[in-house]
């Protein structure tokens, strides 16, 4: 947790500050397709795949910086993802996986936004929570309910995308990182992130008139 501290505060104030030499905010939310990445969505005994696909969800508030044509925007974001799992082979009837993160993000578009159309790429960074289903132990001796857990980390989340004069189409990957769990079943170290494909909508509000 110490880089939340030394990271992520500092660059919130940067954002702050560069809020005050902007000229336009925007908003955005997608959704899309999410596939899960990771050891942590496998069976650690057969290997078989817990889930295989999800929802993926995001919004997004960035500042734009007029000295930069606009085109670089800084803000905060926040991205989740419901994994859906599936009865193992070994018995197992598991929920629903949760992956999310609240953070900074960092975008920057090829063109301004009067040109319309424009590719753009972003990162993302902050703090990441990995949340396991309950799961449901099928056994002749009756059947055995395990609480799901949750646990917390740093998350990196790059994307590439087209803004096509508001309308969003974008990949991000969220870097699959190690979270350790601990629960009645025993401990558990893995990794786990999601790739998701989304559309969505951007929302740009000129500020000038304000200030």
Known sequence: ????????IPLFFCLVNAGAFAQSLS????????????????????????TSFGLGYDVDILYHLESFDSKLGLGLMYVGSALFGSESATRLDVGIYGLDMFGVKGQYRLSSPDNGASPF????????????????????????????????????????GMDLGRFLVSTAYLVPMKYTIESDAGNFEGTAGSLTFSIGYRLNVDLSGFF
Not at 1 to 8: C, G, S
Not at 121 to 128: A, I, M, Q, V
């Open 121 to 160: 790429f972003s990162l993302g960074l902050g703090l990441s929570r990995f949340a396991t289903p309950d799961i449901t132990i099928f056994s002749d001796n009756g059947n055995i309910f395990l609480e799901g857990k949750r646990t917390y980390g740093i998350g990196i989340r790059p994307e590439i």
């Open 1 to 8: 947790m110490k880089i939340l501290t030394t990271v992520l």
């Open 27 to 50: 908003l955005s939310g997608q959704l899309g397709y999410a596939s899960p990445q990771g050891d942590a969505f496998r069976d650690a005994d057969t290997g078989e795949r817990l």
